[in-house]
């Protein structure tokens, strides 16, 4: 399915700058996602990946410049020539609208799987508990997981946990979905499921994607466009077949043939 929005990008960077102390892991990024895009980021490890689908989730602060959500600003905006944070409502508000899946589950050992679930469409979206029951055995049922909706976590194997997770980003109605190496903690075997969910919902759905991942033929199937990064800069950005099949750059040409 390609991207079919050629309006106002769902994701915009501009001069995105980020530090930890003095390490400059973005140093003036800018790039946009259109809506229903899938896009892909590959690069060595160390260049900034996480740090980009971090800043979008609001997991880490900017140090300078400014991210777009569906054209608003998010966490800062200009005001009278000035840099100026955001309220925090505005930020949650835009925040609702974007899910994350990590590469550790991260899921509630405490609670069972279907309550993993309602947690937050309850308590953030305010939906009524059997609202969010009926959509969430809906979602158990899309991931392959109708009869775990009673276990705990820790009583399932990871690729099933990372199922769960999926799950229960879903459950937010997210309209981008950010996707961090969700299948790398995984024992070899798991893998497949996993993945067979995504382009599923890559394929039934219209959710705005951004995937950092190591499966390259996965990223050549779901992906509308694939973003390589070095340092922290985008050094070359094609549709999954040019890059996969003809990289224009030798960092590319070196890094896809050493994870191949
Ligand atoms: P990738 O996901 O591409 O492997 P990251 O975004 O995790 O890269 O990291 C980019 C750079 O930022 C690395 O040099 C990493 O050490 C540094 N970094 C990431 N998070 C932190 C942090 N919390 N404190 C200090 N440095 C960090
Ligand atoms: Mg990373």
Do not use: C, W
Not at 14 to 23: A, E, L, M, Q
Request: hydrophobic letters at 40%; aromatic letters at 6%.
């Amino acid at each position: 399915m390609p991207a079919t929005d050629t309006g106002t990008p769902v994701i915009t960077f501009d001069d995105v700058v980020k530090r930890f102390g003095r390490t400059t892991v973005l140093d003036g990024l800018n790039f946009q996602v259109d809506k229903g895009e899938r896009v892909t980021l590959i690069g060595p490890s160390g260049s900034g990946k996480t740090t980009i689908l971090r800043l979008v989730m609001t997991l880490e602060d900017l140090t300078d410049g400014y991210i777009y959500i569906d054209g608003e600003p998010f966490t800062y905006e200009q005001r009278n020539g000035r840099r100026v944070r955001r309220k925090p409502k505005d930020v949650a508000r835009i925040a609702q609208r974007i899910g994350m899946v990590f590469q550790q589950f991260n899921l509630f050992p405490n609670m069972t799987v279907i309550e993993n679930i309602v947690e937050a469409p309850i308590h953030v979206l305010g939906q009524s508990k059997e609202e969010a029951v009926t959509r969430g055995t809906e979602l158990l049922d899309l991931v392959g997981l109708a009869d775990k909706a009673d276990e705990h976590p820790t009583r399932l194997s990871g690729g099933q946990q990372q199922r769960v997770a999926i799950a229960r980003a879903l459950a937010m109605d997210p309209e981008i979905l950010l996707l961090d190496e969700v299948t790398s903690a995984l024992d070899p075997e798991l893998v497949g499921d996993v993945l067979n969910v995504l382009r599923n919902i890559a394929q039934t759905t219209d959710i705005t994607m951004l995937i950092v991942t190591h499966e390259m033929q996965f990223a050549q199937e779901v992906s509308h466009r694939v973003l390589m990064f070095d340092q922290g800069r985008i050094i070359e950005d094609a549709p999954p077949d040019v890059m996969f099949s003809s990289p224009q750059e030798q960092r590319t040409k070196d890094f896809l043939k050493a994870v191949l």
